[in-house]
């Protein structure tokens, strides 16, 4: 296996996943990628096709982790706190799928009105929300809440609802 070939072939498709699907910083997807190749010098006697489409699926499942990490990173962060808020904030905007629009917005009445909606949330309807917001699966929300798939989406489709007038005010 010629490894100069392969890492010059398929660096800018990894790397491109990484950006456009997953939204990852460029720094962060050369950081994903080259962790890639480390676990794929693991697998020397496999063909070129099939060792590119286990770079692709190791790309995509790196992206996932980096992302879940991230935000169970930020999550730590008190609930109180502006950060917080304002990672609620993307979470929401990011479902509108236009990110950059929280820049142009007057955060301290937008946190403002997240505290409130946040606070109306149920606790069960908290703790999926917060558990999404993670980034995990419905499955697993499922699985470490105990509930059925039908109520952890049940339970998100409540929190959009509560937050329907904020996202109307984000994107008017």
């Known amino acids: 296996m010629n490894w100069e070939r392969f890492i010059n ?4 498709l990894y790397k ?8 990852v910083t460029e720094e962060e997807a050369k950081d994903i990628v080259y962790g890639v190749y480390e676990r794929l010098l693991r697998y020397d006697n496999v063909s070129y096709d099939n060792l590119r489409g286990l770079g692709l699926t190791a790309t995509k499942n790196a992206c996932m982790n980096y992302l879940r ?3 169970r990173a930020l999550s730590r962060v008190e609930v109180g706190s502006v950060n917080n808020h304002e990672h609620l904030a993307n979470t929401i905007i990011y479902s509108v799928e236009d990110e950059s629009i929280i820049y142009s ?11 409130s ?13 917060n558990y999404r917001r993670m980034g995990y699966k419905y499955d697993e929300i499922a699985h470490y809440m105990g509930i059925s798939i039908g109520a952890v989406k049940s339970n998100l489709f409540h929190c ?5 007038d904020i ?3 984000i994107i008017s």
């Open 69 to 71: 990490n991230r935000s």
């Open 160 to 164: 959009r609802k509560k937050f329907e």
């Open 167 to 169: 996202r109307s005010y």
């Open 9 to 12: 072939d398929t660096e800018w």
């Open 117 to 129: 909606k946040y606070a109306k949330l149920t606790d069960r309807e908290k703790e999926t929300f």
């Open 16 to 23: 491109y996943i990484a950006i456009k699907w997953y939204r």
């Open 105 to 115: 917005l007057d955060t301290e009445v937008l946190n403002k009105a997240i505290r």
